[in-house]
């Protein structure tokens, strides 16, 4: 599932834009998080932190961090990767559930090469957690990318974390593994091969056409051109409603894309089953310690009459703070489950 792409040099301005696609609705909402909430790994509980950044998010299901930025312009994405293979969890290394993985680097970094070395030096590993409404236990792959145009592609593969840590790498899709992606690119014509750009919606055909087409980009005149013009990118890459394919979650619909401008600060989401786009400007929430974690309801809020659009950044509501999927939740579910079953 999915397609995200960079755009580094946006007449002076870092835009990243996202695809999500899936074969179901994921509930997504937006949050505004504040600096100074206590979160820890959601696997032991072992790990924990203080959030330093503040940051708005895409939620699914109002569990697990699925996409976002923090008020200093890090952003992150979390995108499916069938190959992904985290190994056995060792409890002796820091861990960090799936629900929280992203959070975990938009809590405390701002640039991506801290977010790096911080998981070069620590050994971090990732916990998969499977969905305790249909079972399905998800393969991710995650992407940072930076205010300074900086770029981090984290994959498992065989239970060994592969980091590709490159302004270079704009494009990420999903299988194959990103240096076959890479590999595959460079048979494309304009990319040193003679292969036509490709038109299917196979990952490795979405990477060559984003690849492509966010390299020929005009220079924008304002902010708004920028938006459009990335926009015009990954709606290159999205995917048409259809049966998805058995067992292949990564070949599903797009459901909604996101486009962020990381220099100044918005955060713009547009659903595929709902006509409004709406934006969050960071500059106009409210990030202090101490301020209510609030969210964006966007399933009632996104209705065909009379819906919220554009600017959104004051419609936020408390409903209670953000509850991260855990592995403790999860056998609890498992556990009250089996005894409505007997």
């Known amino acids: 599932m999915c397609t995200r792409v960079v755009w580094p040099n946006a007449n002076g301005a870092v835009l990243v834009g996202r695809n999500m696609d899936y074969h179901r609705d994921l509930g997504t909402n937006l949050w505004k998080l504040p600096r100074g909430v206590e979160r820890n790994d959601g696997v032991t509980g072992h790990m924990t932190w203080t959030a330093?950044?503040?940051?708005?998010?895409?939620?699914?299901f109002d569990m697990i961090t699925v996409?976002?930025?923090?008020?200093?312009?890090?952003?992150?994405?979390?995108?499916?990767?069938?190959?992904?293979?985290?190994?056995?969890?060792?409890?002796?290394?820091?861990?960090?559930?799936?629900?929280?993985?992203?959070?975990y680097f938009l809590d405390n970094f701002s640039t991506v090469a801290d977010a790096v070395a911080w998981v070069e030096d620590n050994g971090v590993q990732v916990v998969q957690l499977a969905d305790p409404e249909s079972g399905e236990?998800?393969?991710?792959?995650?992407?940072?990318?930076?205010?300074?145009?900086?770029?981090?592609?984290?994959?498992?593969?065989?239970?060994?974390?592969?980091?590709?840590?490159?302004?270079?790498?704009?494009?990420?899709?999903n299988s194959p593994k990103y240096e076959e992606q890479l590999a595959l690119l460079a048979e494309v014509e304009g990319f040193g091969g003679d292969l036509p750009l490709p038109g299917s919606t196979l990952a490795?055909?979405?990477?060559?056409?984003?690849?492509?087409?966010?390299g020929r980009l005009p220079q924008p005149a304002t902010q708004l051109a920028?938006?459009?013009?990335?926009?015009?990118?990954?709606?290159?890459?999205?995917?048409?409603?259809?049966?998805?394919?058995?067992?292949k979650p990564d070949a599903s619909q797009t459901i909604w894309q996101v486009v962020a401008d990381l220099t100044n600060k918005r955060y713009v989401f547009e659903s595929t089953t709902r006509p409004n786009i709406v934006w969050v400007d960071l500059a106009d929430l409210d990030f202090q310690e101490g301020s209510p974690e609030?969210?964006?309801?966007?399933?009632?809020?996104?209705?065909?009459e009379g819906g919220i659009a554009g600017n959104v950044s004051t419609k936020f509501e408390d409903?209670?703070?953000?509850?991260?999927?855990?592995?403790?939740?999860?056998?609890?579910?498992?556990?009250?489950?089996?005894?409505?079953?007997?």
């Open 67 to 103: 996409d976002g930025m923090n008020e200093v312009g890090l952003a992150g994405h979390v995108l499916w990767l069938a190959e992904s293979v985290y190994g056995s969890f060792d409890e002796s290394r820091p861990a960090l559930s799936q629900a929280v993985w992203l959070q």
């Open 204 to 214: 490795s055909d979405r990477f060559a056409r984003a690849s492509f087409y966010v």
């Open 319 to 342: 409903a209670g703070p953000l509850r991260f999927l855990t592995l403790a939740i999860i056998k609890q579910l498992a556990a009250a489950k089996a005894a409505a079953a007997q």
């Open 52 to 60: 330093k950044y503040g940051s708005v998010v895409a939620a699914a």
């Open 137 to 173: 236990v998800p393969a991710l792959h995650l992407a940072l990318n930076d205010a300074i145009g900086d770029s981090a592609i984290f994959e498992y593969i065989d239970g060994k974390l592969d980091v590709h840590h490159s302004s270079d790498y704009l494009v990420m899709t």
């Open 226 to 247: 920028a938006i459009a013009s990335m926009f015009s990118v990954i709606r290159n890459a999205a995917q048409p409603f259809r049966t998805p394919d058995p067992g």
């Open 294 to 304: 609030l969210v964006l309801n966007l399933g009632s809020k996104l209705s065909l």
